[in-house]
């Protein structure tokens, strides 16, 4: 009886094997022949029929919904991948709006510059900052072709940038106003105190030639006086951040911090010495 047993045991799933297969083919013969079958289980085989139909689709379904999910997230991922396309031009349109807005922004204050400058002026751009930086010098992109000559000065919508010291065809060397090099008439616009303003080569400029007796105070604005055919009069050069004076010493000690466009500026306009009308 236990080798029997052994037996059944080692052929059990060949047998549920086929007793499956046997109960399917009885089905579907009962199930294809059920006019003529009506027995008391056909309702049962009947029903047993579309359990066994319902098992067999499932994997089918559920094989159908996945790949149908799978080609609607491919869909939806390529929807994705076009609207942030589209989001990054508009972004970028965006940007490119407000950066022209600014420039016309600034280029309308430096035309407004230009109609209180009563000389002959150059207008130009700033192409390239020079090996030893902005405090060293700057490039524009204007030169001996367009009229411009070693000495001129150079402005921007915010106030003066520095002098042309070198002129080639078609583009010229400036200084800044902060290089030793630069020197020019200033005057304070609240008293009204005369000076000459001298780049010291660190950011700043030193306001020369005050006697302590004179009065200029911190945060004074100091603008071009107009004196020695270089400025016009009347253009912002910066305010003053420090202000000694010893007993001992003739001129005080002025620092001048220039203006804040000064090394943001990108249009310019170069005004040609008063000597060349």
């Known amino acids: 009886m236990g080798r029997t047993f052994k037996k059944i045991r080692k052929y059990m799933d060949l047998i549920i094997i086929l007793i499956v297969m046997a109960v399917a083919a009885l089905i579907f013969f009962i199930s294809s022949n059920r006019d003529q079958y009506k027995g008391a289980f056909s309702g049962f ?9 319902k098992v067999i689709d499932y994997p089918f379904e559920f094989s159908s919904n996945i790949f149908r999910h799978y080609i609607y ?91 042309v010291i070198a002129t080639y065809t078609h583009s010229s060397k400036v200084i800044p106003i902060t290089n030793p090099k630069c020197a020019f008439s200033v005057i304070d616009a609240k008293t009204r105190v005369m000076g000459i303003a001298e780049g010291i080569g660190n950011g700043y400029l030193k306001m020369k030639f005050v006697f302590s007796s004179q009065k200029v105070n911190l945060r004074d604005k100091i603008l071009t006086s107009g ?18 004076s010893k007993s001992y010493n003739i001129f005080k000690k002025i620092i001048i911090k220039p203006h804040k466009n000064l090394f943001n500026s990108k249009y310019v306009l170069a005004i040609k010495s008063y000597t060349e009308k």
């Open 227 to 244: 004196l020695g055919g270089i400025f016009t009069a009347g253009l912002l050069v910066g305010r003053v951040i420090s202000v000694k």
């Open 73 to 163: 997230l491919i869909s939806v991922k390529k929807t994705n991948e076009k609207l942030k396309g589209e989001v990054s031009t508009l972004k970028y349109n965006l940007n490119k709006d407000k950066a022209l807005e600014i420039e016309n922004r600034d280029l309308k204050k430096l035309l407004n510059i230009r109609n209180i400058i009563s000389h002959k002026t150059v207008a130009a751009a700033i192409t390239m900052h020079g090996i030893q930086s902005w405090f060293g010098s700057f490039y524009i992109n204007k030169g001996k072709k367009n009229g411009i000559s070693a000495g001129d000065g150079v402005v921007s919508y915010g106030g003066v940038l520095g002098r």
């Open 45 to 53: 085989i009947s029903g047993s029929t579309y359990y066994v139909s």
